[in-house]
Structure formats: structure tokens, C-alpha cells
């Protein structure tokens, strides 16, 4: 008999702190990745198939990311035999073009064929026509149908996020035919469901029962009596992001998504809703910071070319703040001291719009930031600058003044800081508004606007006030 190999991946749990609470060391262990480079490194593939038996699909995710590049076509190769489909709804979606181009397409169909319709489209979609044509080729005729009819949904909706994979049953049945149903159709049902959806003789959705509702009920008892009839539907158009919020807002764990005419097409879980969550904030979060995409695991040429563009326009922003500079030229000659204190007026100003501007782009998404409120989050966020832009300036004056000996430096410093800090919390609100109304996605070019204003804004006032004081 053979023995099973370890579950490596998984070290066991350190010993409990004085509290009493145990820490669980999750994923693959930097001890894990040297060991199976070793073992690829030196031709030993057996040994480094025994090291990564037993890992989880996330797991061996993670060790495709982290082994690198030039033993990642070894380890994939390791896996082929036994590819586990569900690696490529854990991997980032730079490395599956990587896993993909390695795999023949009738291993990607029959990776495919295992995987929830969500998850396929999911994969499939990214890929080119070519590539698509060639893996629904190579599937089975009922699989091919949901994906070509999932494929037909717009781009991050409801439609390409659902499943297919779920329970529905007719309003006239009692519980113990719905019971007797789950039993011997299990194989046919999904793995994991948390509703039983009630549909008409049209397949329009009546209502929904959670499992547990049923599970507690006598045999006898009709589901139309015991359904919940105020469920959430969603559209198949509707934007994943609007899913997400309707989730969050609700806590909801499923919901049915229907057509036009009110028809069940499939159900979205809140599995799916976490990915999308964590999908939009990382997507806001590289905007904010002029990246297109997750680009560790891209070639430097194609990451360097992503980043060119957007560094370029902050260029053109910087030559403007430049421009405004040059205004000044004949102050600053004569007074040095300026040139010293500058960047401290543009630096404070733009930190403190980008806290702002943080702020208002995620209750923008949260929805916590409307044309009902947007007035008085303008008005508290410049009230906010103004504040901190008082401390600030106190702080600043009375430390250049004692600096150049010079008591008109710090009060001119003083104003500037003032008046640039209350520019950035009122900017910092507007400007995502103002974008957002212009139905201009408000993390992609807030970062350049607000830094443009607080650089402008912050040399001209400080500037202007120097030459207006000071000479």
C-alpha cells in the first residue's frame, strides 16, 4: 500500500501565547518554494511532486507565482497530469496567459469542462478568438452552450458572473418532494447552494426558500406557503459593481439573476460578490496611482510601456507648475529663501488633497457620497483644510521665521499654507464629484487634476504673496 505523501504546504500551528490564542501559519511557506525550486532546479520532479501533493488550488497558485519565472514552465509541467482546474481562478490574470499558452487546448477544455460556468467564462474570456474557438472546440456540447451563452453578456455584469449551477423547483411542491428531489438528484445539483429558488410555469422567479427553512419543516407543508416573496433579483446586464453593492446594502449570501422578462437564468453567491469586492478596490487603487493592471509578473518592456503614458501627463502637469514658477523668477533671484520653503507649501498641500481625495473616491463607490450629501462633505472637507492649514501654518511660520530671521517670510508661508490646504479639501472633494457627474470613473484621473491645482495654486500664492510683501 502506498503511503500518502504530506501536506507539506500546511506547517502546523506554533505553540499558544500566553493568552492562550494559537496563530496558523496559511498558504505556502517561503520553506515550501526553496524546496521544490531545489527539487526542479536539480532534475528531481518525483521528490517536488511529493513536496506539493495535498496543496490546495490557491496554494499552488501561489507556488506558480512565487517559484519564478525560469522554473515555472517545469513546475506547470509537473502539473499537467492532474492540472487542477480551479488554480486558474487564484492565479493573477498575468500569470493564466502564462499556465494557458503552456497547456494544449484539449487540456484546457477538459480543465474548463470541471469548472462552475462563473469561473470558465471568467477564464475564457480574456482570451483571444482564436483561442477561444480552439478550447469550445474541444468541449462537451451542453458545456459549450453555457459558455458561448455566457460569453454573449456585456464585460463585468451579472450575466458573465453568474452560475448556472443551482436548485429551482415549481411553487405547487411540498417540502418532502423538495426533499426527496435534492436526494436523488444530487449529482446533478450544485456542490454548495444556500436557496431554493420557487419558479412559475414561465420560469419566473416567485420567490426563494433558504435550505435551512426547508430542512426544519414538516413533509406536508407547500413551499408556496413558506417562501420569502421580497427577494433581490438581478438583472443579466447589471454591472458587477452594482451586484456588489446590492450584496453589501442587503446581506445577502445569493440571488437569482433574470432576464428581461423576470425568467431565471442563474445565481450569483457571495463567493463570487468577495472577488468582484476585491477586484474593484484593487482596480480604484491602481488607478489612484496612474497603474493600469497588476504588473509584477509582467515582462519590463510591456510594464514600462503601461506606466510610460500616464507619467507623461504628470509631466505636462509638472511643466505647468513649472510655468507658474518662472512667473516669479526676478522674486526668487532675490530672495533665495523662497526656493528652500516652496516645495514644502506644494508637498503639504498635495498630501493633504490626496487624504481627501482618498476619501471621497471610495464613498463614491460605497455610495456613501451623493448629490444629497455632496454639499456638506465639500463644505466639511474645506473646513477640515482650512483647520489643519491654520495649525500647519503656525508651525511653519514661526520655524522659517526663526530660520531666515525673517518674520515676513513666516507669515508669508503662513498664508500660503493656509490658502493651499483649504484649495486641497475643497479640490479634493470636487474634483472625483465633478468627474463622476461627467460619468468619468473618478479613481482614473482625480490623482492628476488634484495635484495639478495644489502645485499651481500652492507657488502662486506663496509666490504671489512674496512678491506682493516681500519686495
Known sequence: MTEAAPDIGRPPPVEPDRDGRVDYEFG??????????????????????????????????????????????????????SFDAEIFAYLSQSLREVVLDQLEPKELAAAVAELESDDAIDLIEDLDAHQQREILDNLPPETRAVVEEGLTFPEDSAGRLMSRDLVSVPQFWTVGKTLDYLRTEADALPEDFYDVFIVDSMRRVVGAVPVSRVMRQKRSVRLADILTEDIRTVQAITDQEEVAFLFRQYGLVSAPVVDSAGRLLGVITVDDVVDVIDEEAEDDLLKLSGVPDTD??????????????????????????????????????????????????????????????????????????????????????ALIGTINGALFAVIVGVVAGLWFEDRLIGIVIGIAMIVNLFIAGLCGTLIPLGLARLKIDPAVASTVFLTTVTDVVGFFAFLGLAALILM
Open 296 to 381: 509584477i509578473y509582467r515582462a519590463v518592456l510591456d510594464t514600462t510601456r503601461s506606466r510610460f503614458s500616464w507619467l507623461f501627463v504628470n509631466l505636462l502637469t509638472a511643466i505647468l507648475a513649472s510655468g507658474v514658477i518662472s512667473m516669479f523668477e526676478t522674486t526668487i533671484q532675490h530672495i533665495v529663501a523662497l526656493a528652500v520653503l516652496m516645495p514644502i507649501v506644494a508637498s503639504m498641500g498635495g498630501n493633504a488633497g490626496t487624504q481627501t481625495l482618498t476619501v471621497a473616491v471610495r464613498a463614491l463607490a460605497m455610495r456613501e457620497l451623493s448629490e444629497a450629501n455632496a454639499m456638506r462633505v465639500v463644505a466639511k472637507e
Open 28 to 81: 505556502v511557506s517561503h520553506e515550501l518554494v526553496s524546496e521544490v525550486r531545489d527539487c526542479l532546479d536539480q532534475g528531481r520532479i518525483s521528490e517536488a511532486g511529493g513536496k506539493i501533493a495535498g496543496l490546495h488550488a490557491a496554494d499552488l497558485a501561489d507556488l506558480i507565482e512565487q517559484i519564478g519565472p525560469d522554473l515555472r514552465g517545469p513546475l506547470i509541467d509537473l502539473l499537467r497530469p
